[in-house]
């Protein structure tokens, strides 16, 4: 069909159009026929506008016309407009007519996503079975549709990255490219990136590392998925924190390991010293725990390196958003406290830089880089080595640090501004005990009887987009705390007003007290 295209619409005439429309709603009207006529043609009608079968600022046909071209009461269609323009799909203008609004209200197409999900699922099984760990992941998705916004958690702010400087070395570069930048990569990664983290890492972060023990990677999904694969097997025990980012547990789950999920306090997370079974692999994020904040103690620190010794384990230490601490000096890497400690140390560019380049990297022991380099040749086949050359020219110059300095100034104001306005409509009992003056996010505390899923699902339909802490956590872990993540970094302290607000009503309506 002629429409199945998606800017068919937006290049035919009103006429045509109106026609097109009417053969698409009487085709839709056919297949729905749950509910009264105006209700079925509301959905047929959203469900066009969600699927971009009619784009964003398209003028809808007149009531009359439509009403004519589908054989039904103005009345029904007029019904139908008015509905849409009570959810955000269409705007009315006075003397021009209905159109279909330029920005969908997000709340709605959640809904309508997973109401379609849903049903494509239906459909699905009825001719495919996945797999039992497919099935098994999916059951576990967590991974959000908006990456943007107050107040995604993690989320950098990429507007004010130096992009006109990462421009100007991708044009010089790109004039006359190398060929080994143009071909798969079976070496790691490009060679000027690893030796320019290299020497970062060891100023930065206190790694102990040379290029030959650094393997880039497309992010940290990739690093924690080539990690697991090749240093465990199914079955094998793994040690994770609890609460733990989502998509380290995600991936490590569809790899078949038996994971074991440790308790954090204010000093990070509590090893089993007198383990039953021993860890083949032990994920921590010890300079700035994911999600609540908490710093790994000194003492802790030797404790994991200690078990790993003893019990031939590998600590894999992610790394990723040390360079943002706002006061005091910052923490030194686990993988540089002890010579040769069992430590594979993970970092990524998506927090400092932009998460789109889709560059992360592993510092792994020497005697690990060659069958982790060839895992990774055969299972990813590399590549993107331009771009990691044009980074490796970035750092080099000098632009990455004084980028960085910068981020860390903003992102700065920007927790402080938020701290500020909790203490102050909230008071600071709603300020998590973990949190440090670090990172891209912080914890609101909620008391223990609060429905934080519920509270941040509310604040999504008025465009706030929050995380309830409580998901973080394993669904056997009775000891969960509710609390909400706030992403600072990508918001203008104007917009943090305006969307604090929002959420301050979210929480009120929830029986939250508020002092203001």
């Not at 099935?135 to 958690?153: D, H, K, M, N, T």
């Not at 030959?212 to 690093?223: S, V, Y």
């Not at 993988?335 to 510092?363: C, H, N, W």
Request: aromatic content about 8%; hydrophobic content about 40%; overall charge neutral.
């Amino acid at each position: 069909m002629v429409i199945a295209h998606e800017s068919h619409f937006n290049i035919v005439g009103e006429s045509q159009l109106r026609s097109l429309l009417g053969d698409y709603l009487l085709q839709r009207l056919q297949q729905d026929i749950d509910g009264t006529l105006q209700l079925r043609l509301f959905r047929c009608l959203r469900n066009a506008i969600i699927d971009s079968v009619l784009a964003p600022k398209t003028r809808l046909p007149a009531s009359r016309d439509l009403a004519k071209e589908i054989k039904v009461s103005r009345n029904t269609v007029l019904s139908a407009y008015e509905q849409l323009q009570a959810q955000g799909y269409v705007e009315a203008r006075t003397g021009q007519g209905t159109w279909v609004a330029e920005k969908l209200p997000e709340s709605f197409l959640v809904k309508a996503e997973n109401t379609n999900s849903q049903t494509q699922e239906k459909k699905t099984q009825q001719n495919y079975n996945l797999s039992q760990r497919g099935s098994y992941l999916i059951g576990y998705s967590a991974a959000s549709p908006y990456q943007w916004g107050a107040f995604v958690p993690g989320a950098p702010d990429v507007t004010e990255f130096p992009h006109h400087i990462f421009s100007r070395i991708q044009t010089r570069l790109s004039r006359e490219p190398e060929i080994n930048s143009l071909i798969y990569s079976n070496a790691g990664g490009c060679l000027e990136l690893r030796q320019e983290l290299a020497e970062y890492l060891k100023i930065a972060r206190s790694v102990q590392c040379d290029a030959d023990q650094i393997i880039i990677t497309e992010g940290t999904h990739q690093a924690i998925d080539l990690v697991s694969r090749t240093l465990s097997d199914p079955g094998d025990e793994v040690w994770i924190e609890d609460p733990a980012y989502w998509g380290a547990r995600n991936i490590l789950r569809i790899n078949g390991v038996n994971l074991r999920s440790l308790p954090v306090d204010q000093e990070g997370i509590i090893p089993d010293l007198e383990p039953k079974t021993p860890p083949k692999l032990i994920f921590v994020t010890p300079s700035h725990q994911y999600p609540l904040g908490s710093h790994l103690s000194l003492e802790r620190r030797k404790q994991l390196i200690a078990i790993a010794r003893q019990h031939k384990s590998w600590i894999v230490e992610d790394d990723y958003d040390s360079e943002f601490r706002f006061s005091g000096q910052p923490f030194p890497s686990l993988q540089g406290l002890e010579p040769d400690a069992p430590v594979i140390y993970m970092g990524t560019f998506s927090k400092t830089i932009y998460p789109a380049l889709r560059i992360g990297y592993l510092v792994v022991p020497k005697k690990l880089f060659s069958p982790l380099r060839i895992v990774a040749s055969e299972l990813y086949r590399g590549g993107h080595l331009l771009d990691q050359k044009v980074l490796a020219e970035f750092i080099r110059e000098g632009h990455y640090e004084a980028h960085i300095r910068r981020m860390r100034l903003l992102y700065s104001k920007r927790h402080a501004f938020l701290i500020d306005l909790i203490t102050r409509h909230l008071g600071a009992d709603f300020l998590h005990e973990y949190n440090t003056a670090a990172g891209l996010h912080l914890i609101l505390k909620l008391p223990s009887n609060m429905d934080d899923v519920l509270i941040a699902s509310n604040a999504l339909d008025q465009g706030v987009k929050v995380r309830a802490l409580s998901q973080y956590y394993t669904k056997h872990y009775s000891t969960r705390q509710k609390g909400l993540l706030l992403g600072f970094a990508c918001v203008r302290e104007q917009e943090i007003l305006v969307a604090f607000g929002v959420l301050l009503k979210c929480l009120r309506n929830a029986g939250v007290r508020t002092l203001s």
